[in-house]
């Protein structure tokens, strides 16, 4: 067996398409993003200054914004488009829209998701739609229908809303024959999620992979209901497509847990998770019969291992069930390596207006923010950049 070795260092690669003064700025942005303290009041600042209305909304663009979104709007991230697809990296349209909470607001947002399902339509560098489901239905029937809890008349139609939104946006991705991802969410509504992407791949993967769900390894459960969910869907006749990525809820999980008193559904330590997520990428690798599967990470470890496995079985590097992804502004070291290698790899494109995308920019911002997280990682290779272009 050859040696194998991607180098996830090659910050030459990278960084490749930024030029001295974008990268000045991200290594500003994310120095600040690296300290604790700026960061927590960074955040908390943003948020509250948006809420109290004061103009902080064109500062957050020019800088957070813009590293981590595409623009406010699907025109807007056209050149993001462009850029990642130059490079051979496809780009997903994720409109980053939360906490909206009116039955218009919900049909709003998933006529929007179709959109973004039009516009990646015969685009090579749009390989994947996304949405999550909590932009179009309302959290507390998503509890109920979770819980097995009996719905009264209002709430049963509030459900059979969310399906047939939920079902529009898949039955849009089967007719334009454009992949779609159903984004993982809270374990508290996870189970109503989970049941509405069953049905759909059920539904629309009958010949391929259209609608993808996802699996977030940080969950004890996950494994096991990767491997059920695997052996239902080959004796129903379908496949199987799966995100799996680790988990962006570990706090908010483990504060629940302990406030209401049940066991945290979240693996006890990294390392536990770690394991979960190696060996569910070594599960779909070796199921490919009947699934295809992205592996949503900025983890080098397991990006490295996936590709590793796929050397080892001999499959090509862009075998068309096994992708790579990562969010925008973030791992462009896997990213533009991977791509390089002929490797199939896209990045979330997050878009919508400003003070609506606050609430994934914090969660990008805090779940980074300790000394072990991505962005001292990504500070780090930033750094080594500066010192090889003799900017440092
Ligand atoms: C393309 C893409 C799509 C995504 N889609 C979703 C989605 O649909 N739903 C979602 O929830 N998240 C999603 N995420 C975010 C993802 O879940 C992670 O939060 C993020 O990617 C960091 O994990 P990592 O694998 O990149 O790397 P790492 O930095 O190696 O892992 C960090 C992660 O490990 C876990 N972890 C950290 N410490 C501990 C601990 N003490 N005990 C147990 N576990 C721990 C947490 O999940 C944490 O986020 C997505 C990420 C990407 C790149």
């Known amino acids: 067996m050859t040696e194998f070795k991607l180098d996830f260092q090659d910050t030459a690669t990278a960084f490749a398409d930024k030029t001295d003064a974008e990268l000045r700025e991200k290594y500003r942005l994310f120095k600040m993003l690296n300290s604790p303290f700026l960061n927590a009041i960074g955040t908390r600042a943003a948020t509250f200054a948006l809420a109290l209305g004061l103009p902080v909304e064109g500062l957050i663009k020019r800088t957070i914004f813009e ?6 709007t699907i025109a807007e991230c056209e050149p993001a488009v462009q850029k990642l697809g130059r490079s051979q990296i496809g780009a997903i349209l994720d409109y980053a829209i939360e906490g909206r909470s009116t ?17 990646a339509k015969n ?10 489901v909590t932009g179009i239905a309302p959290l507390g029937t998503l509890e ?16 059979e809303r969310i399906h047939s939104r939920v079902n529009e946006i898949c039955a849009a991705a089967h007719a334009l024959d454009q992949p779609v991802f159903i ?20 539904k ?19 494994l096991q209901f990767l491997k059920d969910a695997r052996r239902e869907a080959h004796s129903a006749g379908y496949v199987f497509a799966v995100k799996l990525v680790r988990g962006a809820y570990m706090e908010k999980e483990r504060e629940r847990a302990e406030e209401m008193g049940y066991e ?66 973030m791992g462009d070291n896997l990213s533009y390596v991977l791509a390089k290698n002929g490797y199939n790899v896209s990045k979330y494109v997050p878009y919508g ?6 609430p994934y920019l914090v969660r990008r911002a805090e779940e980074n923010s300790s000394a072990a997280g991505q962005v001292s990682r990504e500070l780090d290779l930033i750094t080594t950049e500066l010192e090889r272009r003799r900017l440092a």
């Open 67 to 72: 590293q981590f979104c595409g623009g406010e």
């Open 264 to 329: 945290s559904p979240i693996h006890s330590d990294k390392k536990a998770t770690d394991r979960d997520y190696n060996a569910a990428l070594e599960y779909c690798i070796d199921h490919l019969a009947d699934i295809a599967f992205v592996a949503g990470t900025h983890n080098e470890r397991s990006t490295h291992l996936l590709a590793q496995m796929m050397h080892q079985r001999g499959l090509a590097h862009d075998h068309p069930q096994i992708f790579f992804s990562q969010l925008y502004g």
């Open 204 to 222: 629309y993967n009958r010949k391929k992979a259209i609608v993808y769900t996802t699996l977030q390894m940080y969950r004890t459960d996950r």
């Open 144 to 159: 109920k229908i979770s819980t097995k809890k009996k719905l009264d008349a209002k709430g049963q139609a509030k459900c």
């Open 353 to 358: 207006p400003v003070g609506d995308a606050i």
């Open 103 to 119: 039955e218009q607001d919900f049909d709003n947002t998933k006529n929007e998701i179709i959109r973004t399902i039009e516009r």
């Open 123 to 132: 685009d090579p560098n749009i390989p994947f739609s996304v949405f999550k």
């Open 183 to 202: 984004d993982a969410e809270e374990s508290w509504i996870q189970n109503a999620i989970d049941r509405l992407a069953g049905d759909m791949m059920q």
